[in-house]
């Protein structure tokens, strides 16, 4: 074999190892890649091994599938009662669609930049400092819905925005700063005069309850007491009844008794008279005769 078909035979061997290198790619994990045929879109690849036509074929672009944090350089904005405030955001996102990110925009990063900026100038234009300072989650939210809306079409799902700050001027600062601290001062002032307010309530519905409690105590011990007196007085009433009234009439009958013996006036007794057991006679009419009988005189009955 001569010299000149073995150095074909290398050479045809090189471009055969080129154009089969030059054929295989790869494409990773989240990624997709964009194929073009002599500079006319060809195909997406999808992640994996693939083979393309060397030399007809080229990957131009490998597109990150990935949800990506796009930094919001900080822009001074005039609110609308013109304070100058400097406004700082990011804004989250992903690529639904490689090729309209490809082709549908230049460059997509100063795309949503741009376009974020000028969405917060507009918003925070039409408000006051201090809507805008505590209007975050409303800024958030319309920015967010607006680029959402205009990245749509260049293949891009806007999934959040984020005020990171606003910083108003250094003397407003110091002012807002007075003011919060004069409020603070206020609220302070304010709940201790509520709880110095609540001690005394507190107090004085202690003592009522305490007075309250002392003269329900005095109430009950009066009670007791006039029911002790009165069960007192019912004893006492009751023992009257009992041996104060029939001693009573026994000892009238004993001074009639003696008034009628004074003038030798005899008596006529029946033995069932209290008198017999007063005069102790109860022993002498047991030892009389059944049958005796006294003579009367001048009679007079006494039970």
Do not use: C
Not at 63 to 71: G, P, Q
Not at 205 to 210: A, M, V
Not at 232 to 241: F, G, P, R
């Amino acid at each position: 074999m001569s010299v000149g078909a073995i150095v074909a035979i290398v050479i045809l061997f090189v471009v055969l190892v080129i154009t089969l290198a030059k054929s295989v790619t790869i494409i990773h994990q989240a990624e997709k890649g964009i194929v073009e045929r002599f500079g006319k879109y060809k195909e997406t690849l999808e992640p994996g091994l693939r083979f393309i036509i060397p030399f007809m074929d080229s990957l131009i672009a490998r597109i990150d599938m990935r949800e990506t944090v796009l930094d919001v350089e900080p822009q001074p904005v005039i609110t609308n009662d013109n304070v100058t405030v400097t406004v700082d955001a990011v804004v989250y996102y992903y690529v639904t669609d490689a090729k309209a990110v490809q082709y549908e925009v230049v460059n997509f990063y100063i795309a949503v930049s741009k376009l974020a900026q000028t969405n917060l100038r507009n918003l925070i234009g039409e408000m006051s400092l201090d809507e805008t300072l505590t209007s975050r989650e409303r800024i958030n939210a319309s920015l967010r819905e607006t680029l959402d809306e205009a990245t749509d079409k260049w293949g891009v799902k806007v999934t959040r925005v984020e005020v990171k700050e606003i910083e108003p001027p250094r003397d407003i600062t110091e002012a807002m700063s007075k003011q919060m601290k004069a409020e603070r001062e206020k609220r302070a002032v304010i709940l201790e005069a509520e709880a110095y307010r609540q001690k005394q309530i507190l107090e004085a519905e202690g003592d009522k309850q305490n007075n309250i409690l002392v003269a329900e105590g005095d109430r009950q011990a009066a009670i007791l007491r006039a029911e002790g007196e009165a069960k007192a007085i019912e004893t006492v009433s009751t023992a009257a009844d009992r041996f104060f009234i029939g001693n009573a009439q026994l000892l009238k009958q004993l001074e009639v008794t003696q008034a009628s013996l004074e003038d030798n006036t005899k008596l006529i007794m029946s033995d069932q008279s209290r008198l017999i057991n007063v005069l102790g006679l109860t022993e002498a009419l047991e030892k009389m005769p059944p049958k005796m009988e006294t003579r009367k005189t001048a009679p007079k009955k006494m039970e």
